[in-house]
C-alpha cells in the first residue's frame, strides 16, 4: 500500500535550518507530486507548497517565500523540505503528502519541528 | 487565497446520531472539495473529494453534498471511532486552503 514515510523529530535554536525528509513507497514517485502541509500545536493545517516530482517545480506560500526550498530525489523516491531562519513560530508537525491531481489522498506520519532556544 | 470557513468548529453528540458539518468557500469551487479526518495525534485521512466522492475503504455513513461555495460533511449514524477533528479543503486554485476544522467530541 501506498506509504509516505517521514523522518524524525528535530529540536532546533532560533535561526537555524531544518531539513525534512518523505520516502514513499508502493507507487511510482515522479508520477504524483508531493504537497508539505504543517499544523502549529493546537492549530488547523497551513499549505506550505508543492513539488512537481517529475520535473522538480516547485510553487510555495507566499509566507514561507525565501525560507523553504522544496527538493525530491527520484533515485530514492524521497521528498525534502529545508526550512531556513527558523522562528519560535515555525514549531509545528510537518506533513508530506500526495497529490493525486490537486487532491490530497495520503499523508506521511508527521515530524514534529520544535524551535527553541 | 480562497477562504474555507466551517461550522460549526465544535459540537458534541453521541453515538448513533447523524452530525452534519458546513463548509463555506469565499468563491465558486466547482466542486473541488475534499474532506479529511484527524484523530489525536495522527495525520489526516482523506474521507471523500470531489464534495461528495468517497475515498476507497472509506465506510459508507460519510457522504458529502454541495455546490458553489457551500459544501456539508454528513455522518448519519455516529460511531465511536468517528470522533475526530474535521477538515474541509478546497482544490479549485492554488494554493489549496483548509477550513479551520470541526472537532467532533463524544457527548
Known amino acids: 500500500q501506498v506509504q509516505l514515510v517521514q523522518s524524525g523529530a528535530e529540536v532546533k535554536k532560533p535561526g537555524a535550518s531544518v531539513k525534512v525528509s518523505c520516502k514513499a513507497s508502493?507507487?511510482?514517485?515522479?508520477?504524483?507530486?508531493i504537497f508539505w502541509v504543517r499544523q502549529a500545536p493546537g492549530q488547523g493545517l497551513e499549505w506550505m507548497g508543492w513539488?512537481?516530482?517529475?520535473?522538480?517545480?516547485?510553487n510555495y506560500a507566499q509566507k514561507l517565500q525565501g525560507r523553504v526550498t522544496m527538493t525530491s530525489d527520484t533515485s530514492t523516491s524521497t521528498a525534502y523540505m529545508d526550512l531556513r531562519s527558523l522562528r519560535s513560530d515555525d514549531t509545528a508537525v510537518y506533513y508530506c503528502a500526495r497529490d493525486r491531481e490537486a487532491v490530497i489522498d495520503y499523508w506521511g506520519q508527521g515530524t514534529l519541528v520544535t524551535v527553541s532556544s | 487565497d480562497i477562504q474555507m470557513t466551517q461550522s460549526p468548529s465544535s459540537l458534541s453528540a453521541s453515538v448513533g446520531d447523524r452530525v452534519t458539518i458546513t463548509c463555506r468557500a469565499s468563491?465558486?469551487?466547482?466542486?473541488?472539495l475534499a474532506w479529511h479526518q484527524q484523530k489525536p495525534g495522527i495525520a489526516p485521512k482523506l474521507l471523500l473529494y470531489?464534495?461528495?466522492r468517497l475515498e476507497s475503504g472509506v465506510p459508507s455513513r460519510f457522504s458529502g453534498s454541495g455546490s458553489g461555495t457551500d459544501y456539508t460533511l454528513t455522518i448519519s449514524s455516529l460511531q465511536p471511532e468517528d470522533f475526530a477533528t474535521y477538515y474541509c479543503q478546497q482544490y479549485y486554485t492554488f494554493p489549496p486552503t483548509f477550513g479551520q476544522g470541526t472537532k467532533v467530541e463524544i457527548k
Open positions: 470531489a464534495a461528495s
Open positions: 513539488i512537481n516530482t517529475y520535473n522538480g517545480n516547485t
Open positions: 508502493a507507487y511510482t514517485f515522479t508520477s504524483y507530486g
Open positions: 468563491q465558486d469551487i466547482s466542486n473541488s
